[in-house]
Structures are given as structure tokens and as C-alpha cells.
Nanobody, 121 residues
Framework: QVQLIESGGGLVQAGGSLNLSCAAS????????WGWFRQPPGKEREFVAA????????YYADSVKGRFTISRDNSKNTVDLQMSGLKHGETAVYYC??????????????WGQGTQVTVSS
């Protein structure tokens, strides 16, 4: 089992920045990919960013490229998401997730409880 706890959510004005952090514990050696997803109100959960277990390869949704940065700190067992240039439509619950392989939402085995990000216009 892998346990994930997100932190860092909150209220930010459009155009502002916010940093999310995900603390991982348990069998983290089994994780091949760490990811961040978000679920806007009334919508499906969607991919935001992912990184391989060592943080050397990263992937981003087209909508966040150039504005969001995912990073993995193996010494601290954390996965961070730095967000800048936030838009009103990016209000959502943001989730940290872990998987053995890179894939879609349903491929991720472990999920955090989520942290709310609200972007005011």
C-alpha cells in the first residue's frame, strides 16, 4: 500500500501562483509513475502532470504546459506541483496519485484525498 497526503491548496487570484505538495509513505519503491490530476466541479477527473519514479521524465497536459511544473524529491518522498498563471477555469480538487505504469486515470492504483484549489476571477 502507498499512502498519499496532499497539501498546499487554497484561494488564489487569476494569474497567481500556488504550490501543491504530496507526501508519500508506505511501499513507495513499487511506484513507477507519480501524477497529479484535477476534478473541476461537475466534471470528470482529468490528467494534469506526471513524472517517472526518479523525476527525470515529466509529462503535462497541453493546457498546463509552460505554467505548471511537477517534481519528485526521493529523499523527502514528496511530489510537488508548482502552478503559475492560474486561470479561473482551473478551480478544482487536485489529487496526487501513484501508479506502477504510465497510463490513464483508471491505471493509477493509489490516490490522495485531494486538496481544493479555487481561482478567483
Amino acid at each position: 500500500q502507498v499512502q498519499l497526503i496532499e497539501s498546499g491548496g487554497g484561494l488564489v487570484q487569476a494569474g497567481g501562483s500556488l504550490n501543491l505538495s504530496c507526501a508519500a509513505s508506505g511501499r513507495t519503491f513499487s511506484v513507477g509513475v507519480w501524477g497529479w490530476f484535477r476534478q473541476p466541479p461537475g466534471k470528470e477527473r482529468e490528467f494534469v502532470a506526471a513524472t517517472r519514479w526518479n523525476g527525470e521524465t515529466t509529462y503535462y497536459a497541453d493546457s498546463v504546459k509552460g505554467r505548471f511544473t511537477i517534481s519528485r524529491d526521493n529523499s523527502k518522498n514528496t511530489v510537488d506541483l508548482q502552478m503559475s498563471g492560474l486561470k479561473h477555469g482551473e478551480t478544482a480538487v487536485y489529487y496526487c496519485a501513484a501508479s506502477r505504469v504510465l497510463g490513464a486515470v483508471d491505471d493509477y492504483d493509489y490516490w490522495g484525498q485531494g486538496t481544493q484549489v479555487t481561482v478567483s476571477s
